[in-house]
């Protein structure tokens, strides 16, 4: 469409015209490159900047299944993730996210690092450590306060991740454009 001015038409119509026109491509064009698929951004960057992200956020939430079903999260001091994405955490034997582990092993991990306003996800599966040599090596100094009897007042949760998601935009990690799946990868956890 050329958008000049005839002696038909009055300034404001042709400006309005063309401006109408202006928005119907972008807006087309802006569907098209939506309809796209986004190639997927190579693994090893995504869980490289999964590792990054966990770490600035330092803390994540764990995030258990009640016997109601009714989802529960509470802040956890993690540790930093293994060379496969497995992640350790400390906790009381008698507190309610162990019962909802015995009942219900899956579990999502979720890290959200406000400085880059980045996240990460991780789902899969937790299993319960009681082993003492275990707990000895994964013990944080500063926690005798939390734990004053490490053999009794202690337990391990061990989450071994199934899928690990990134949204980032520091990373370019922005997942689909339509549906906002987040870019992920699949670890070899069970779901």
Not at 21 to 39: F, I, N, T
Not at 161 to 174: D, F, N, Q, W
Request: proline share 10%; hydrophobic share 40%.
């Amino acid at each position: 469409m050329r958008c000049s001015s005839s002696p038909l038409r009055s300034p404001d119509r042709t400006l309005l015209a063309c401006g109408l026109a202006a928005m119907l491509v972008l807006s087309a064009s802006g569907l098209k490159a939506q309809d796209r698929p986004k190639p997927m951004p190579p693994r090893d960057s995504i869980v490289s900047a999964a590792r990054e992200i966990m770490a600035a956020a330092r803390y994540g939430a764990l995030i258990t299944v009640d016997s109601a079903g009714q989802p529960r999260a509470r802040l956890m001091d993690p540790f930093p993730p293994e060379a496969d994405m497995t992640i350790w955490l400390a906790t009381n034997p008698k507190s309610r996210k162990v019962g909802h582990l015995r009942a219900n092993p899956r579990a999502t991990l979720y890290y959200f690092d406000p400085g880059s306003l980045s996240y990460v996800t991780l789902t899969g599966v937790a299993r319960l450590v009681d082993d003492p040599a275990e707990k000895a090596r994964r013990w944080k100094e500063g926690w005798e306060m939390f734990w004053p009897d490490r053999d009794e007042s202690y337990l391990l949760i061990e989450v071994t991740p199934a899928r690990l998601e990134v949204v980032s935009l520091k990373h370019g990690l922005t997942g689909d454009p339509v549906t906002w799946t987040p870019d992920g990868v699949t670890l070899g956890g069970e779901p």
